[in-house]
């Protein structure tokens, strides 16, 4: 007699892992992008608002520590590292353009903030290496601490942003296509830790990322929102002003 259970329970675990394979490499190609919106602003434009330099420092030591994390974790997490590593990159020439078109900022500023992005680079490349030649991979009890702590940073990165952006009423800084890449970029995310919850028994490597990124998805909700909605009354503004 077919256990028809069984059967079942197997054909519904091989669809969630093809779905896990899917979801993890349609979140890395969006991970992988988060900096490129406003690097193409930086490069359209050449000039950098008022943005809170705090917060994409932030963001960028996220990235490593995702890194950090994801190079030497759940196999599931390759996804993760790979994201994170070409993320890295783009996000260092973005700050440095930050740095760069912002016409208040001397020489020296320019090349701490070079010097800076350059130890971060050469952390990356130390753990390229450490993933590659390393057998030791972090033990599920230190994943399900790296997973609750290091992810805090991505998502509360824009936190001193939206304070500013709140205090003055200024939400030009950053390109609204910057947040909905963020927003994608979380729902995706929310999918993969889900997925990954149900189909595997070492659940504590993906319960923190859930969790912070169900956080995320609200925060950077509320920037796109109003970022959007602040340009949508500045481009009425702008027609009203032309027509008269």
Do not use: C
Not at 50 to 59: G, P, T
Request: aromatic share 18%.
């Amino acid at each position: 007699m077919i256990d028809y259970i069984n059967v079942w329970y197997n054909h519904n675990m091989s669809t969630i892992a093809i779905s896990i394979v899917v979801f993890s490499w349609i979140a890395a190609a969006v991970v992988a992008s988060l900096g490129i919106p406003q690097l193409i602003s930086l490069l359209k434009h050449k000039k950098t608002g008022n943005v809170n330099f705090a917060s994409f420092w932030i963001f960028q030591t996220g990235i490593l520590l995702w890194i950090i994390w994801s190079s030497l974790g759940h196999k599931n997490l390759l996804n993760a590292f790979v994201a994170n590593s070409i993320s890295i990159v783009f996000y260092s020439i973005m700050i440095y353009l930050l740095y760069h078109y912002k016409q208040e900022f001397g020489k020296k500023q320019k090349f701490l903030a070079a010097a800076g992005l350059s130890i971060y680079l050469i952390i990356w490349i130390i753990f390229i290496i450490l993933n590659q030649t390393l057998k030791f991979r972090w033990s599920t009890q230190t994943q399900l601490i790296l997973g609750l702590i290091f992810p805090s940073l991505t998502t509360l990165a824009f936190f001193p942003q939206l304070i500013y952006s709140f205090k003055k009423n200024e939400w030009k800084g950053i390109s609204y296509w910057m947040f909905l890449v963020y927003e994608i970029n979380n729902i995706v995310w929310i999918i993969f830790w889900i997925l990954n919850i149900v189909s595997t028994e070492e659940k504590q490597a993906f319960i923190g990322g859930l969790v912070w990124q169900i956080i995320s998805f609200i925060l950077f909700g509320i920037q796109f929102t109003f970022t959007l909605r602040d340009h949508i009354l500045t481009k009425k503004k702008s027609v009203i002003e032309t027509d008269f």
